[in-house]
């Protein structure tokens, strides 16, 4: 056709046109706009965003962004520190880093993504950007401006290139720290549109990468003196590797996936994934494979003293301090460019990642496989919720707790019912003797040493808190909340111990824990809450039809109690949780026999998973104590 015939078309039907040239590739058609500037004009993103918004939304799901990015006012426009000389998106500083990716793209990918950058200077304005607001359900147009979309999809296209590129040179060693944050943070707004762009295929094959990342990264690093530095990259692929096979796509799932995928709506959690190929289920890892395996995760797994497992160190009760002089804590953090703005993210935890994937591992690859107590089915497996809100508060957690000592951190309204129910799972423990020589450097230790593992239930029940006589909380800040005792203690300043749970609870221990609303275990769950109120001066319960007014307030403290069981016996646990980063802390005694305390840390992920460390309650807080791993699932 000749270019006089397309100028003579309606504009609906270049757009038509234009639609059908990016769907093939997720780039502009950078020979048709070279044609003249009236073609350009009329399907070049920075003139048409609409178009190329509608083949992302057709493409990828943007039910979790439109949810996050707006509800949390990080649609375009300038932000805290996005001033000029900055580090967002609209100063100099993000100016010159957008050039710079845009260079990148355009060097590796010269005829594709020309046309496809805008600066920063064009965005719209609008939207709440302070950190940590709570998540709001906004209109679909409210959501995101298309310019934003463009920029999103620009950023994508050129990642899910690159990342290709390597795999097909089976070289992924060089993979950007940028490339990695554009794959997870498309795993945590998947809804079955998302995955489609990694499998074998398509742009991506992240299976192959995560193969190929393991033989000529971790292997390497693993077999090099000392501990392998705790990188966001590591961390990222980490992450990576662990959604993805939660989804049931990893090397190490059972089942295939085919590249068909349902045709749900973005947002719509009822069918996140491909559906699964039939056949026969896949064989068991070969045994040298997994034993590499688990040979690289067990730093990550078992060296506590090397790894940590919080947002910010465990005994800190009230975020954020200020911390001038103190330790900074976290994983760490990293300026991410997300939806036409550049943010700062807290690194997901590395350790948390290493645990649930070694675990899982020990469960995929059947019995052999640890030297712990095996569990005999494939339920025992932790997993997220499906579909991107089961997400949600994990990519919360990560915008608005980069800081300890300034990140405003989550609330009272991010917690509030997500920790009561029945949970499933199990907690480790590593040879003492071998732990001991771990902590004096014997690495033979740390690859070599024993350990074992114990499944254990849980009921759990949150009570919710105020300052008594009408008093306002005063907020995270250091010196507010009831928390005045020991973090040995979970904080309370006094915990009377509970010798023996009540006669109609140790009766049925099993039947207790399993059902939930057992009067049984509701008495004993009655006996517990009343130990841990009394340990709180100037605190109330907060009454039933009062509840929401105190969270919309942001003006309680959530506690929380259970019970449980395992080959140990029978236990009771009672604890809080940290609102600044949602972190679980809880002390564990087994009754009616006394084995001492233990304390629990862990925070829920996927909106299914709690995963963390406990420790030893003898040894001081300020020294490493004795330290094992856990994972449950909501049952």
């Known amino acids: 056709m000749r270019r006089a015939d397309l100028l003579s078309l309606p504009p609906e039907i270049l757009t038509q046109i234009g639609a059908a040239l990016v769907s093939a590739s997720l780039r502009p058609p950078a020979a048709l706009l070279a044609t003249c500037r009236k073609l350009h004009a009329a399907l070049a993103p920075r003139t048409n965003a609409v178009l190329y918004a509608g ?11 439109r949810r996050r990015v707006a509800g949390l006012g990080l649609a375009s426009g300038p932000g805290p520190g996005d001033g000029d000389g900055g580090a967002g998106a609209g100063g100099a500083v993000g100016r010159k880093r957008k050039a710079e990716d845009n260079g990148v793209a355009h060097a590796q990918h010269p005829a594709t993504t020309q046309g496809l950058d805008r600066t920063p200077d064009q965005d719209s304005t609008g939207g709440r950007t302070e950190e940590g607001r709570e998540l709001r359900e906004l209109e679909p147009e409210l959501a995101l401006a298309p310019a934003d979309i463009v ?6 296209a050129a990642a ?39 499998l074998p295929g398509a742009a991506l ?9 393991h033989k000529t990264v971790s292997v390497p690093d693993a077999l090099d003196p000392g501990y392998p530095a705790p990188t966001a990259a590591r961390a990222l ?16 799932a059972r089942g295939a996936a085919t590249s068909s995928a349902s045709s749900g709506r973005a947002g719509d959690a009822a069918s996140p994934l491909p559906s699964p190929s039939p056949g026969p289920p896949a064989a068991p890892a070969d045994r040298d494979d997994a034993d590499e ?27 954020p301090d200020g911390g001038a002089g103190a330790e900074r804590g976290g994983p760490g953090s990293s300026a991410v460019a997300l939806w036409g703005r550049t943010r700062t993210l807290a690194w997901p935890v590395l350790s948390h990642a290493a645990i649930l994937r070694f675990f899982r591992r020990q469960i995929d690859d059947g019995p052999g496989a640890g030297d712990g107590e095996e569990a005999d089915n494939d339920a025992a497996a932790p997993r997220p919720a499906p579909g991107s809100r089961a997400w949600d508060t994990d990519f919360k957690r990560l915008l608005a707790c980069h800081d300890p ?7 009272a309204r991010d917690w509030v019912g997500k920790l009561s129910g029945c949970w499933e799972g199990e907690f480790s423990y590593f040879e003492f003797d071998a732990f001991r020589d771990m902590l004096d450097g014997h690495d033979i230790a740390l690859y070599e040493g024993p350990f074992g593992r114990q499944r254990q239930v849980w009921r759990t029940r949150e009570t919710y808190v105020r300052p008594a006589g009408g008093r306002r909380r005063d907020g995270h800040g250091a010196g507010t909340g009831p928390w005045t005792g020991s973090a040995l203690r979970a904080g309370f300043h006094k915990l009377e111990r509970v010798p023996v749970v009540p006669p109609s609870a140790s009766t049925s221990a099993a039947s207790s824990v399993s059902a939930p609303g057992a009067a049984a275990d509701d008495a004993a769950l009655d006996v517990l809450v009343r130990t841990q109120l009394d ?20 003006n309680v403290e959530v506690l929380v109690t259970g019970t449980g069981h395992s080959a140990w016996g029978r236990f009771i646990l009672r604890g809080r949780v940290r609102l600044w980063d949602g972190m679980v802390i809880l002390v564990k005694e087994y009754a009616p026999d006394d084995r001492g305390r233990w304390i629990y840390r862990g925070y829920l992920t996927g909106d299914n998973v709690l995963v963390g460390r406990w420790r030893d309650s003898l040894t001081p807080e300020e020294f490493i104590g004795y330290e094992g791993t856990f994972t449950l699932s909501r049952r």
């Open 55 to 65: 083949v992302f939304e057709r493409a990828f799901d943007l039910g979790a962004a």
């Open 405 to 411: 000592k300034t990140s405003a951190g989550l609330g």
């Open 205 to 213: 094959d992240l299976a192959g990468f995560l193969r190929l990342y």
């Open 535 to 554: 340990a709180l001066d100037g605190w109330e319960s907060v009454p039933a039809d009062e509840l929401a007014a105190e969270v919309a307030r942001d």
């Open 160 to 198: 899910l290139a690159r990342v290709g590129a390597m795999v097909g040179a089976e070289q992924v060693g060089a993979v950007a720290e940028a490339d990695l944050w554009v794959i997870y943070l498309m795993l945590l707004e998947n809804d079955g549109k998302n995955v489609l762009h990694f």
């Open 237 to 252: 692929v980490a992450w990576i590797d662990w959604i993805w096979v939660s989804l049931g796509l990893g090397s190490g």
């Open 293 to 319: 395996a688990a040979f690289v995760l067990r730093p990550f797994v078992f060296a506590c003293h090397e790894y940590g497992a919080y947002y910010a160190p465990w005994t800190r009760a009230h975020l």
């Open 151 to 156: 920029d999103e999809m620009r950023r994508r």
